[in-house]
Every structure is written in structure tokens, then in C-alpha cells.
């Protein structure tokens, strides 16, 4: 399995998290129920992870309603990097995890 491949399929382990196609091939779009987006990337920032909400793909999809605002709200963009390795994958997955985690026990999201 190819590492991206593997990412994309441990962050959808995830309870309630979601893939949406991005408009560039090196990145990665999830949104995930109960999650502020920006402060989830903010979380991510203080331990060195790359992630976004601000995207031209996450406008364009959001225009055109395949994102609803909720879900535009909920959801970070991972550039992807040739550089990545397992050691990554694995870090990458286990703080989003983490921040996630945080985040709804501060919202009181319940499934």
C-alpha cells in the first residue's frame, strides 16, 4: 500500500471523519463531525503538522455545495509531501486523533 494511501485509510479509521476530493492531487481534504476545522489545524500547527482550512480547493467546493458550511467548518487540508515516510504516517494520524478527541470532548459532540 502506498503511504498516502495508507494515511488517507488511517485518519477514515477515525470515528465520523470524512475524505473530500480536493481540486490538487497533493492534497488531502477531511472534514470530521463535531471538529472546528481552524482549531484543529491550530492544534496540529504546535506540533509541526502542516494543515489547513484556508484552500482554493476548500473555497471551490464549498461554492459549489459539495462541502456544506458545516462541513467546510469541520474540515482540514493535508499537503501531502514526497518526504513522508511511516514514522510520519504514523504521527500525522495519532495527533489528528488526538486533536480530534479534544475538540469534541470541548464541543459535547455525540455520534
Known amino acids: 500500500m502506498r503511504l498516502k494511501d495508507e ?3 488511517k485518519i477514515l479509521e477515525i470515528e465520523a471523519s470524512h475524505k473530500f476530493k480536493t481540486s490538487e492531487d ?3 481534504g477531511f472534514w470530521f463531525e463535531g471538529v472546528e476545522g481552524e482549531a484543529l489545524s491550530l492544534i496540529l500547527k504546535d506540533v509541526g503538522i ?6 482554493p480547493c476548500l473555497k471551490e467546493y464549498d ?3 459539495v462541502l456544506t458550511r458545516e462541513q467546510a467548518h469541520a474540515s ?7 518526504s513522508f515516510t511511516q514514522e510520519d504516517i504514523k504521527i500525522i494520524t495519532e495527533e489528528i486523533k488526538k486533536g480530534v478527541v479534544k475538540l469534541r470532548k470541548i464541543s459535547g ?3
Request: glycine fraction near 0%; avoid cysteine; charged fraction near 30%.
Open 63 to 65: 461554492k459549489s455545495s
Open 109 to 111: 459532540w455525540k455520534k
Open 26 to 28: 497533493n492534497l488531502i
Open 76 to 82: 482540514i487540508v493535508i499537503m501531502w509531501k514526497k
Open 50 to 55: 502542516e494543515a489547513t482550512t484556508e484552500s
Open 7 to 9: 494515511l488517507i485509510k
